[in-house]
């Protein structure tokens, strides 16, 4: 119960805020979104993979693989619409020795306050 407290209160790992997370996907940087497919559809940013928390949960060894990211990809940005639910991705993802795992402090909300492009409500 203390490690997701940790998680949740900012002690559980690395954060960017969003202006930093775009400045990393123009260095190469992946941003994974971990909310589910609807929310996805209703708006996300550009370059965004899709990788729901509910899949992360039933199988995170396999996870961010399943993703098949450019060889040499290291950061791994998370996001989700507050950063509540990245950060419990982060946490999971924990032990991908892979990647690195950083949130993207405040999610989407921040990401869209700070006018970082956010793609059209698909229709």
Same mark, same amino acid.
């Given at each position: ?5 940790? /998680?949740?209160?900012?002690?559980? @790992?690395? %954060? ?26 209703? *708006? ?11 899949? !992360?949960?039933?199988? /995170?060894?396999? #996870? ?7 060889? *040499? ?7 989700? %619409? ?5 950060? !419990?991705? %982060? ?14 402090? @405040? ?5 869209? #306050? ?10």
């Amino acid at each position: 119960m203390i490690g997701w407290l940790k /998680t949740l209160f900012g002690l559980g @790992g690395a %954060q960017v805020p969003a202006d930093e997370a775009a400045a990393r996907m123009r260095d190469g940087a992946a941003l994974v979104d971990v909310r589910e497919p609807a929310e996805f559809a209703r *708006g996300h940013a550009p370059g965004a993979r899709l990788l729901p928390l509910s899949r !992360i949960r039933a199988d /995170t060894s396999t #996870a961010i693989e399943s993703l098949g990211l450019p060889e *040499g990809t290291n950061d791994v940005l998370l996001v989700c %619409q507050s950063g509540v639910r990245s950060r !419990i991705a %982060q946490a999971m993802l924990a032990k991908n020795i892979r990647h690195r795992c950083v949130n993207v402090a @405040g999610g989407m909300n921040a990401w869209a #306050a700070a006018d970082l492009p956010v793609t059209p409500p698909h229709r």
